[in-house]
C-alpha cells in the first residue's frame, strides 16, 4: 500500500508538473484543453488529478494568484553595475508592495533577463517577456540601442514598458510623424539627448562663456542626429564657433586616432572642448590633449560620468564638467528612505565604510540620506563665507560680534561661551552628518532611483487594474498601459507622470564637476 500511495503522488506531482508548463504557451494550452476534454468526461483518476492541477495561479483556495514584472537590463559585463542595482530597486519595490497586500488576490515576482546591453540580448529577452502568460509590466531597457530592437516586440504583446533611462528622442516620437507615437506602451523617467545637449550648450555659452568650442563625437549613432551634433548645431545657433564635430569610435581605444584627433584640435585653438564618448576612450583623449598643449576645460556628455574618465586623465580631469540626465541621490529630496531601504536589503554597507570619514560605519538616517546636502560637500553659503572662510556666526549681545573668540581664550569662560562652543560642535557634527549622508546616497547608482519609480508605476497600475482578475490577458495589458499613463505621483526621483507620448513630464539635467577625483553634483537643471 504505501508503494501504491507514494506512486500516487509521484503522479500527482508530474501531472501538476506538466499542466504547470503548458500554461506558459499558447500550443501547450490547445494541447491540455484537447486531454482535459477526454480526460475529465472519465470517471478516472487523471481527471480527478488535472482539476486538481487546474486549480489556478495560486494552485488552491486562499493562494494568491502570480503575475510577473519583468527587468530588461545589463547584468553582467562593463555595465553591471547599473542593470543589477536596476534589478535591485525593481525587487525592492515588488517585495513592499507584496508585503503591504497592494494587489488583493495577486503576489507580484520579478524576472530578471541580462540583455548584455547588446541588441540582440535585448531581442531575446523581449521574446522571452513577451511569451510569459503572467507578465503584466517590463522596466527597461537601459540602453537606448536595445531598446531600439526590444520594443516592437513589447509593444506587440501589449506589455506597458517604462524604461528610467533612454535618451534617444525617436523613441517617443517619430521623425517623419513627430505626433505620431512609435510604441504605444512605451514610457521613460528620464529626459532625451536633446534636453541634454541643450542644457549643455547653454551652460557652455551662458554660464562659462565659451565661443569657440571643439566637439568630439564618440556616437551612438542611430541613424538620426548624434548627441555630439545636437550640441554643437545648439552652440552654432546661439552664435558660438564649432570648427568641426570630430568622428571617433567612442567605445573603443585606438591610439593612432586619439593622437590624430587631439593634434586637429589643437589646431582650432578652442576655449572648450566636448566630449561624447565612453569613459575609457575620454580620458585618453584628455591625456592626447594635454600632450598637444590644449589645457582647456572640458565639458563631456553622460558617457564621462564613470571613475574610468577620472582613472585614465588623472589630475588633468580636475575642473571638468559632466551633464547627466540622471540625477544624484543626494540631491533627492525624497530619496533617504530608499536610500535607506536598498543599503540594508542588499549590502550596500561593505561598499560604502571605505568612503566614510575616519572610517565610521554608520548607517543613513532615512530622514537624512535624501537631503540637498550640497551645502556640506561644495561649500555653498550655507556653511562658508564667498571667500572660501568660515561662515560668520553671531556672537554674544554687545560683544562686537566676537564674543566666541573672547570666550573660548579666557579662563574664567561665561555660560554664554560654553554654549556657543557647544553649537559650534553641534554645527560641525551636522555638516559631518550631511557628508556622510551624501556619500551613503550617492553609492547607489542614481538609475536605481528611476528604476524603483518604474517599478511602482506598473505596480500602482495592477493594484488598480488586477484585483478581481482571474489571468493575465490581453484586455488587463492594456488596462495597465491606460493606468501607467493617467497615473500620478510622488517618487523617489520626484514627481512621476507622463505626456501623451510617453515622456516624463518636467525632466531634470544634473551637472557635475570632477573635484578631488569625483564627480560633485553642481546643479540640476528642469529642462520644462
Request: glycine residues 12%; hydrophobic residues 40%.
Amino acid at each position: 500500500m504505501p508503494r501504491l500511495v507514494g506512486g500516487a503522488a509521484r503522479a500527482a506531482r508530474a501531472v501538476r508538473g506538466w499542466v504547470g508548463r503548458s500554461v506558459l504557451t499558447t500550443r501547450g494550452r490547445v494541447l491540455l484543453a484537447a486531454v482535459v476534454v477526454v480526460a475529465l468526461a472519465l470517471p478516472s483518476g487523471l481527471g480527478l488529478l488535472l482539476a486538481s492541477a487546474l486549480g489556478g495561479d495560486g494552485g488552491g483556495p486562499g493562494e494568491d494568484r502570480v503575475a510577473t514584472i519583468g527587468v530588461l537590463a545589463p547584468l553582467s559585463g562593463a555595465s553591471a553595475d547599473a542593470g543589477v542595482s536596476v534589478r535591485n530597486a525593481v525587487t525592492l519595490a515588488v517585495e513592499e508592495a507584496n508585503r503591504q497586500g497592494m494587489i488583493p488576490g495577486w503576489k507580484l515576482q520579478v524576472v530578471a533577463h541580462d540583455d548584455l546591453s547588446r541588441p540582440d540580448g535585448g531581442a531575446a529577452g523581449a521574446d522571452l517577456f513577451a511569451d510569459d502568460d503572467r507578465m503584466i509590466g517590463v522596466v527597461g531597457p537601459l540602453s537606448s540601442s536595445v531598446a531600439m530592437v526590444s520594443l516592437g516586440r513589447l509593444s506587440e504583446a501589449g506589455l506597458p514598458v517604462v524604461s528610467p533611462s533612454n535618451a534617444e528622442p525617436t523613441l517617443t516620437s517619430a521623425p517623419a510623424s513627430p505626433d505620431v507615437r512609435p510604441f504605444p506602451t512605451y514610457f521613460r523617467l528620464s529626459g532625451t539627448d536633446a534636453q541634454l545637449a541643450e542644457v549643455a550648450a547653454d551652460y557652455a555659452l551662458d554660464t562659462l562663456g565659451r565661443s569657440r568650442i571643439s566637439v568630439i563625437d564618440g556616437g551612438p549613432d542611430y541613424g538620426t542626429i548624434t548627441l555630439a551634433e545636437r550640441f554643437a548645431r545648439d552652440v552654432r545657433d546661439a552664435g558660438a564657433t564649432v570648427p568641426t564635430v570630430h568622428r571617433v569610435d567612442g567605445g573603443a581605444i585606438d591610439d593612432e586616432q586619439i593622437e590624430k584627433t587631439a593634434r586637429a584640435v589643437r589646431d582650432e585653438a578652442p576655449d572648450l572642448v566636448y566630449l561624447a564618448t565612453g569613459a575609457d576612450v575620454a580620458g585618453e583623449l584628455r591625456q592626447a590633449l594635454a600632450d598637444e598643449g590644449v589645457t582647456v576645460q572640458v565639458l563631456g556628455a553622460d558617457g564621462l560620468l564613470d571613475h574610468d574618465y577620472v582613472d585614465r586623465a588623472g589630475t588633468l580631469a580636475e575642473g571638468d564638467l559632466v551633464t547627466d540626465l540622471s540625477v544624484p541621490l543626494s540631491r533627492l529630496p525624497s530619496a533617504g528612505a530608499f536610500v535607506t531601504a536598498y543599503a540594508k536589503r542588499f549590502g550596500e554597507l561593505e561598499t560604502v565604510a571605505s568612503l566614510l570619514p575616519e572610517g565610521r560605519t554608520d548607517e543613513p538616517a532615512a530622514e537624512s540620506s535624501g537631503a540637498d546636502t550640497s551645502a556640506a560637500r561644495s561649500g555653498s553659503p550655507d556653511t562658508t563665507r564667498p571667500d572660501g572662510g568660515a561662515a560668520a556666526r553671531p556672537g554674544n549681545p554687545g560683544d562686537g560680534g566676537d564674543g566666541g573668540d573672547r570666550a573660548a581664550g579666557t579662563s574664567g569662560a561665561t555660560g554664554a561661551g560654553v554654549d556657543e562652543e557647544d553649537a559650534r560642535k553641534r554645527e560641525l557634527e551636522r555638516a559631518r552628518s550631511a557628508e556622510l549622508a551624501a556619500l551613503w546616497a550617492d553609492a547607489i547608482p542614481p538609475v536605481a532611483a528611476s528604476a524603483h519609480d518604474a517599478a511602482r508605476a506598473l505596480i500602482r497600475a495592477a493594484s488598480a487594474t488586477l484585483p478581481g482578475r482571474s489571468v493575465v490577458d490581453a484586455d488587463l495589458r492594456a488596462a495597465m498601459v491606460r493606468a501607467v499613463g493617467a497615473g500620478e505621483f510622488v517618487g523617489v526621483t520626484g514627481q512621476v507622470a507622463f505626456d501623451p507620448k510617453g515622456d516624463l513630464r518636467g525632466p531634470r539635467v544634473a551637472l557635475y564637476s570632477v573635484l578631488s577625483g569625483r564627480f560633485v553634483p553642481l546643479r540640476v537643471e528642469s529642462t520644462r
